[in-house]
T-cell receptor
Framework: DTEVTQTPKHLVMGMTNKKSLKCEQH?????MYWYKQKAKKPPELMFV???????INESVPSRFSPECPNSSLLNLHLHALQPEDSALYLC???????????FGDGTRLSIL | AQSVTQPDIHITVSEGASLELRCNYS??????LFWYVQSPGQGLQLLLK??????LVQGIKGFEAEFKRSQSSFNLRKPSVHWSDAAEYFC?????????????FGTGTRLTVIP
């Protein structure tokens, strides 16, 4: 069982829809991450939050909008996505200093 | 710049046989190294990590890995593979000021286990 919980597990949306992905952890971790993973590829880092502040944005298109409302919760707001955005979106968390990342099971997103 | 190479895209082993998955990294300083496993439709599970100290690290599920600085390698091993070990394995190197917080993944090795 993972200690990082992601909802929903699956999401199908049209290109004009607005939806959000949610990630939650209660391990007291102060760093949280969003990754995108295409089939048969490694995860690619999208965003890093450190102490609820955005610290890394890997040149992600603005149609992806992250939000960290508190230390336990991380959202990814989606708007006007493209078919190539279909992927597994993984959330991870870690203690700030030199501790490994713990991953959730991901949200499988399909854009119609 | 940091990078990770996993030269084997796909490996097939018989159940009960030994396993070694290769990982080579490129990083200017002492790296933070990790092995993760991903089953189909699942997230990534940490198998083991190397930060410093003993170069042979033990992980979960009977896995171990050895850090060899001279070869820039961090190969994963298991003496006897079980059918449940079939999955995708990713080697990763941590970089940046906090080491583990900026991960670069290899392209993965898919492990198939035959009875």
């Amino acid at each position: 069982d993972t200690e990082v919980t992601q909802t929903p597990k699956h999401l199908v949306m049209g290109m004009t829809n607005k939806k959000s992905l949610k990630c939650e952890q209660h391990m007291g971790h102060r760093a949280m991450y969003w990754y995108k993973q295409k089939a048969k590829k490694p995860p690619e880092l999208m965003f890093v939050y450190s102490y609820e502040k955005l610290s890394i944005n890997e040149s992600v298109p603005s149609r992806f909008s992250p939000e960290c409302p508190n230390s336990s919760l991380l959202n990814l707001h989606l708007h006007a996505l493209q078919p190539e955005d279909s992927a597994l979106y993984l959330c991870a968390s870690s203690l700030i200093q030199d501790q490994p990342q713990h991953f959730g099971d991901g949200t499988r997103l399909s854009i119609l | 710049a940091q990078s990770v190479t996993q030269p084997d895209i796909h490996i097939t082993v018989s159940e009960g046989a030994s396993l070694e998955l290769r990982c080579n990294y490129s990083y200017g300083a002492t790296p933070y190294l990790f092995w993760y496993v991903q089953s189909p439709g699942q997230g990534l599970q940490l198998l083991l990590k190397y930060f410093s100290g003993d170069t042979l690290v033990q992980g979960i599920k009977g896995f171990e890995a050895e850090f060899k600085r001279s070869q820039s390698s961090f190969n994963l091993r298991k003496p006897s593979v079980h059918w449940s070990d079939a999955a995708e394995y990713f080697c990763a190197v941590g970089a940046g000021l906090t080491g583990a917080n900026n991960l670069f993944f290899g392209t993965g090795t898919r492990l198939t286990v035959i009875p």
